[in-house]
């Protein structure tokens, strides 16, 4: 049996520091946030919120999400992940969730 990809994605997640790095699985509903399980366990980020405010404090989204998908993207490149890779996985996980939901209905 072969081991099912895990990729980076950016589910535009944030809390007060940046923005949290998820994993999805491929065949697997849904995506898993980072957040750390316990006290001693901090979240990953893909992008920190002060690392993208202009001068007035506010922060530029713009830049900020495509900092977290070039994060992302980098992450699934040194894990040997084409873009084509990701893509499936992402879609495998999209595809079970659309089942698992038509299904409660």
């Known amino acids: 049996m072969s081991r099912k990809k895990r990729?980076?994605?950016n589910g535009y997640m944030?809390?007060?520091?940046g923005v949290i790095f998820?994993?999805?699985?491929?065949d697997e509903a849904g995506y898993i946030p980072m957040?750390?399980?316990d006290e001693l366990a901090a979240p990953w980020y893909l992008a920190?919120?002060?690392d993208h405010r202009n001068d007035d404090g506010e922060v530029d989204y713009k830049s900020l999400w495509e900092h977290a998908n070039e994060?992302?993207?980098?992450?699934?490149?040194r894990q040997n992940y084409s873009e084509r890779d990701v893509s499936y996985?992402?879609?495998?996980s999209?595809?079970?969730?659309?089942?698992?939901?038509?299904e409660e209905e």
């Open 7 to 9: 990729v980076a994605w």
């Open 14 to 17: 944030t809390d007060e520091l």
């Open 22 to 26: 998820c994993m999805v699985v491929e």
């Open 35 to 37: 957040t750390g399980k």
């Open 48 to 50: 920190m919120l002060d």
């Open 71 to 77: 994060t992302a993207a980098v992450y699934n490149r």
């Open 89 to 92: 996985v992402v879609g495998s």
């Open 94 to 102: 999209m595809r079970k969730q659309n089942i698992q939901e038509s």
